[in-house]
């Protein structure tokens, strides 16, 4: 298996039987939140996602913007037979250039991969000062279980033990 040839494009709505796939057993493993099809078509644009020269998706990931300046990346995942083979982190490139292209200042991501994303300049959030109480009172009129995971709310709990907050500042990143 080569990663030459690898592209990155918009998810399509007849991507989502794929996604959905990759997604149940990780979220059978409380690795991603499981979520309903509807879901999915919703948020399709959202979506990035990286195609093999034969069609085949090799992985996936969305970025969803949660204020002015916050976007979060989330269900980002590869298909088991492309892990290891850089398609991960061609998505989180994706991912962050398109939170540059909106005008964010800051990505947040919610994950077990903490090296994978600390390459991309994420840091482990202390505490919850990325949003000030204005903000956070705001955000609690979401009704998106993400946000409700990035909040820490009590309902959610259960969906993210084990899991590390973190975020990357897009203002202080290090340009190469
Ligand atoms: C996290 C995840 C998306 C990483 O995907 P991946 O495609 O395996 O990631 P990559 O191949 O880009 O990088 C993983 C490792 O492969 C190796 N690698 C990267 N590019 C490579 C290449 N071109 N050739 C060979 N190996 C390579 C590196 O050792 C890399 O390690 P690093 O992260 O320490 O740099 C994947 O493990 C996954 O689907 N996890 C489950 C879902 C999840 O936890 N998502 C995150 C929260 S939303």
Request: contains cysteine; glycine residues 6%.
């Amino acid at each position: 298996m080569t990663t030459e040839g690898l592209t990155v494009r918009p998810a399509r709505t007849s991507d989502v039987a794929t996604i959905r796939s990759v997604v149940a057993p990780l979220a059978e493993q409380r690795v991603l939140l499981d979520k309903e099809a509807v879901v999915y078509f919703e948020s399709i644009q959202e979506f990035q996602v990286v195609q093999a020269p034969d069609g085949q998706i090799a992985g996936f990931g969305a970025l969803h913007v949660m204020w002015e300046d916050l976007a979060e990346v989330r269900t980002l995942a590869t298909a088991p037979a492309w892990r290891g083979h850089g398609v991960g982190h061609l998505l989180l490139d994706a991912l962050i250039d398109r939170a540059v292209q909106l005008g964010v200042d800051r990505v947040f991501c919610l994950t077990f991969e903490t090296e994978f994303f600390a390459r991309h300049g994420f840091e482990v959030m202390a505490d919850q000062s990325a949003v000030d109480p204005e903000v956070y009172s705001e955000l609690l009129r979401s009704t998106d279980e993400g946000v409700a995971e990035f909040l820490d709310l009590a309902r959610v709990k259960p969906n993210t033990l084990g899991n590390t907050r973190m975020i990357l500042d897009l203002q202080s990143r290090v340009h190469p």
